[in-house]
């Protein structure tokens, strides 16, 4: 006997944990079987601008870096910079450099990482064929 049921929609994430807290799937269902998925990216969203309308600017700067995880100061400094051009602010050249510095450093530690996942969603294999070494050659490499 075969029951036939209307297709539901059921979501998955963003708080699952393989959607890293950034991406939500809205499944339509037949049963068990999938037929339909939406993907939403950009679900870091903590309803920071109405926590913002009663606080001063520097007590805003902590929501900021909320919104990516992995490069937090570069959240801050869009923000610091948005206040510095409303308020008319031209901070010293000293500032601004190491500014970018660090704006760097964060960009590359997320990179690492976004490869680190990458790596651990296709099972650790996929660094060392893209360095071109084999598995004999990274071996060695670790013995040495």
């Known amino acids: ?9 059921v979501n998955l994430g963003p708080q699952h944990p393989s959607t890293h807290g950034v991406f939500r799937l809205r499944l339509t269902l037949d049963g ?8 939403v990216m950009g679900y ?10 009663e606080r ?16 937090a100061m570069t959240g801050n400094l869009a923000y610091v910079i948005a206040v510095e051009q409303l308020c008319g602010i031209e901070p010293p050249e000293r500032a601004q450099w190491l500014r970018t510095i660090m704006c760097e450093l964060q960009r590359i530690a997320s990179h690492c990482m976004a ?11 996929a660094p060392r064929v893209h360095a071109g070494r084999s598995e004999a050659d990274q071996r060695a490499t670790e013995e040495a």
């Open 1 to 9: 006997m075969t029951v036939r049921a209307e297709p539901f929609v």
């Open 32 to 39: 068990e079987r999938i037929i339909d998925a939406d993907m």
């Open 44 to 53: 870091l969203h903590r309803s920071m601008e109405k926590l913002a309308e």
């Open 56 to 71: 001063t600017y520097t007590q805003n700067i902590p929501f900021t870096d909320r919104t990516d995880y992995l490069a």
């Open 115 to 125: 490869v680190g996942i990458f790596a651990n969603d296709v099972q650790g294999r």
